[in-house]
């Protein structure tokens, strides 16, 4: 901690001090995030429950190279923060399905990093559903990411 006097020195010179803020304070603008079952290291975040049961879910879970694991908002102050999730299941990459304003509950607008996971922003689900377009992206996307593409033979 650094001394009063030094705090003091460096305020009358209006040289910001770097204060170590609490969890709580740093991420009280996030809410909690619902894992669905599985224990790989990519996490699938979309917008609701019902988006991660389809069809189209099915499939890019199985273009997947690794199982990954499917998340959603939820207003439940025992579900863990979406940054707690990534610590405690150690997350490498974590894909965004949807926009801003969908998924606002996160704190805002998705950076490229969270913790130690890659963020990937992905179009919508519903998007994806109603365009080839959008699903030819999200493929080249998650190749670029390593996370898709041609599996090597097995043996």
Known sequence: MIAAR?????DAMNIPV????????????ACAVQLGPGSGQVLLLCASREHSAGKLASDIARALRIE???GWPVDDPSCPLLAESVGERLFTH?????????????????????????????????DLRQSAAERR?????LCQHSLAGPRSPAG
């Open 6 to 10: 030094q705090k003091a020195y460096l």
């Open 68 to 70: 990954p694991v499917w």
């Open 137 to 141: 992206k999200l493929w080249a996307q």
């Open 94 to 126: 974590i894909v965004v399905f949807g926009s801003d304003a969908e998924l606002s509950g996160f704190g805002g607008p998705a950076s490229e990093l969270l913790g130690s996971a890659a963020v990937i922003r992905a179009p919508a689900m519903p």
């Open 18 to 29: 770097w204060v170590l803020r609490s969890t709580a304070e740093a991420s009280n603008s």
